[in-house]
């Protein structure tokens, strides 16, 4: 397998399209989506349920075929260099894929020997994370708790130091405590020299990323770091509140300045119209100016996409 | 070789932890035996009859002891009554009546001629014949032994012979057919379960991301199954020798070798199913009404295949279990040795390497 020539780049998709057909309607779950990843960074990909992030990421380890575009890992295609990828990647899917019935370190030692290798071998990669979960190393994958178990998976996706790691919603269902540990952990693995691409749903994980690439309904909607998507965010929004929140929602709909406004926590945000003047509130209305958010844009950036 | 070896361990573990299907793989060859051998017999011993004796002379006193004295009898009720003979048939307290007229013992002593009445319930009609045919047998037999002093001219006495199994003994038919059914229920369904199971719980997207060959996974599969279908087969063996008395006439070792081949046949198949597969539903019914239903019926161990029209007929020589049950009769109860059955032996051999190069095949390297 001939390696590809750019070294900078560990993943490198480009237009690449994928559908599946369930009865009679086509889905398109990627569409002409394209992107690169540096080497030796943190991705993210950031999108709702069902944007194609899990196609994406099982196009990229190889495991499924897709309908145009090319895509590259560590340099090797994808469909061709599918044995080569395999060696070099960690992947640690959506879903917890260790053998529930099996002890943590029969899991370790499993996932150690079919990638020919040894726990001792990596031990200093891992040692940060499986440290944590060592105490209950003959307790069955099955019977621990969900932070716990994702501990696990990533240690056995990094048993045989892979050169890019693929961590499909590592931190969907573990708890916020186990979240950020987690996320310490994906940034000294970067120190280490590993590619990551991780996926998420929650944007507050987007700002932990070197780049981030926001994905909905099959379409890359914009990619950047986190920094300059929201400082390039040429909108303004306000946040805005009062003591009948419901009933504001629906007021501030008719303000003529408003162009989007959606409930953020607390308050809602309004986003203004470009070219309106500076607005003015109603009185009884706490409103200031908010520095957008990741959430911002990528509501806004859905809502175009929708338009 | 390092991978293969943990692969097997880990299969070793996830059948050892899984307490109650092991519990059910290991003593269900037992109940079966058990169950056929004692249970669902389809020979006839003990069927109740009445005899409706109107004539009550020595001689049908004779008779009707000599049929109270045999094993495949029992008599329910004496009557007098024929009338009564059908309501104890509705009730289905008796399947066969034997009427003897009052005039038996007058015309047998004086006109050397009598008649009598056979009545069966037909309704299952083996039973009906056979023991129409037991009842003759015994009524010829008093008729025989009455003539002692004055032979009649010309008898023609037919001497039969059951070669193989004197006793007629149904274990003989049903242990190489319980041994088929075993190891195609542990081989054929619980390997392509547990290949599939690995599909459905998502740990095969983990093992496919990995450069594992995918002979490592499959062939590591069979591996922990062949062991147990052996052990299988060794308590079928030890049960019929030792509590159904069904002898092993033939080597051990070649009925140990054939039957190893025929675990090789149902792994195969069991693996081919995993591979076309992607759910446990469709692995079990697959495995059950496609593949245990068919061997039921055209292996010859319940229905005869000589009996069957020639489709039928035809059908059954896909049928693997079908050669196993021929070879296992001939070394197990005929005693034949390996040069009367290789041409079996070669028919599943080829059908191994089929499902074997199939499954390997249709093996998915990658997702859906």
């Known amino acids: ?307 | 070789m390092k991978q293969f070896y943990h692969f097997i361990i880990k299969e070793f573990y996830h059948i050892f932890r899984d307490r109650k299907t092991l519990l059910i793989l290991l003593g269900m060859p037992m109940a079966q035996i058990v169950i056929f051998g004692f249970a669902l017999s389809n020979e006839v011993k003990n069927a109740h009859i009445t005899i409706v004796n109107q004539s009550n002379g020595a001689a049908s006193m004779k008779l009707v002891q000599k049929i109270e004295s045999s094993k495949y009898f029992e008599t329910y009720n004496q009557t007098t009554q024929t009338s009564d003979i059908e309501k104890m048939f509705r009730k289905g307290t008796i399947k066969v009546a034997l009427v003897i007229p009052p005039d038996f013992d007058n015309t047998i002593l004086a006109q050397n001629n009598s008649r009598l009445q056979i009545i069966s319930d037909a309704t299952d009609p083996n039973v009906a014949t056979t023991l129409t045919a037991y009842l003759s047998i015994i009524v010829a037999d008093f008729q025989k032994e009455l003539n002692q002093p004055n032979r009649i001219p010309y008898t023609i006495d037919v001497e039969t012979r059951m070669m193989y199994n004197p006793q007629l003994k149904g274990a003989y038919n049903f242990v190489p057919g319980v041994m088929a059914m075993v190891l195609l229920l542990v081989c054929t369904l619980m390997t392509s379960l547990t290949v599939v199971r690995e599909k459905e719980l998502g740990n095969m997207e983990i093992l496919l991301a990995s450069p594992v060959n995918p002979l490592i996974i499959i062939l590591a599969k069979a591996v922990p199954y062949l062991l147990l279908s052996i052990i299988n087969i060794s308590t079928i063996l030890l049960l019929s020798y030792f509590v159904l008395d069904v002898p092993i006439n033939g080597s051990l070792v070649l009925l140990f070798a054939v039957s190893i081949l025929f675990i090789l046949v149902s792994l195969a198949l069991g693996l081919l199913i995993s591979s076309v597969t992607d759910s446990q539903k469709a692995a079990m019914f697959i495995s059950l009404i496609a593949m245990f239903l068919p061997t039921v019926m055209f292996s010859g161990f319940i229905f005869p295949i000589e009996n069957m029209p020639l489709p039928l007929r035809t059908i059954s020589n896909i049928i693997p279990a079908k050669w196993y049950f021929i070879i296992v009769k001939s070394v197990m109860i005929k005693g034949l040795g390996l040069t009367l059955i290789w041409k079996e032996v070669l028919i599943l051999t080829g059908m191994m390497l089929f499902f074997f190069t199939m499954a390997i095949k249709k093996f998915k390297i990658r997702l859906s």
């Open chain 1, 1 to 307: 397998m001939e390696k590809f020539v750019s070294d900078k780049a560990a993943i490198v998709v480009s237009s690449v399209s994928k559908s599946y057909t369930t009865g009679k309607t086509v889905v398109k779950a990627l569409d002409d989506i394209s992107f690169e990843v540096e080497r030796g960074s943190l991705f993210g990909l950031i999108g709702p349920d069902g944007a194609g992030k899990t196609t994406l990421f099982r196009i990229l380890t190889s495991l499924l075929l897709f309908d145009k575009g090319q895509a590259m890992v560590d340099g090797f295609d994808v469909t061709t260099g599918y044995k080569a990828i395999r060696k070099r990647i960690g992947y640690m899917p959506g879903r917890f894929s260790l053998y529930t019935d099996l002890t943590v370190q029969e899991n370790l030692n499993f996932f150690a020997s079919i990638f020919e290798t040894t726990i001792e071998e990596n031990y200093d990669l891992i040692k940060a994370i499986y440290a944590q979960i060592e105490p209950f190393k003959d307790r069955r994958a099955g019977k621990l708790s969900g932070g716990m178990k994702q501990k696990l998976a990533l240690s056995c996706a990094l048993i045989h130091r892979p050169s890019v790691l693929f961590l499909d919603e590592p931190t969907t269902g573990v708890d916020a405590v186990s979240r950020k540990e987690f996320w310490d952990m994906l940034q000294t693995l970067k120190q280490e020299g590993i590619t990551i691409l991780v996926s998420t749903p929650y944007m507050d994980e987007a700002n932990l990323c070197d780049k981030v690439a926001l994905i909905q309904a099959g379409k890359i909607l914009g990619i950047n770091t986190p920094a300059n998507i929201t400082q390039q965010f040429p909108k303004t929004i306000y946040q805005v509140r009062n003591n009948h929140m419901h009933a504001l929602l629906q007021e501030a709909k008719q303000w003529p300045f408003t162009e989007q406004i959606y409930p953020f926590g607390e308050y809602h945000h309004v986003v203004i119209r470009p070219g309106a003047a500076e607005p003015v509130f109603p009185p009884g209305i706490e409103a200031g100016r908010i520095h957008p958010g990741i959430e911002d844009v990528f509501i806004d950036l859905m809502r175009d996409h929708e338009q």
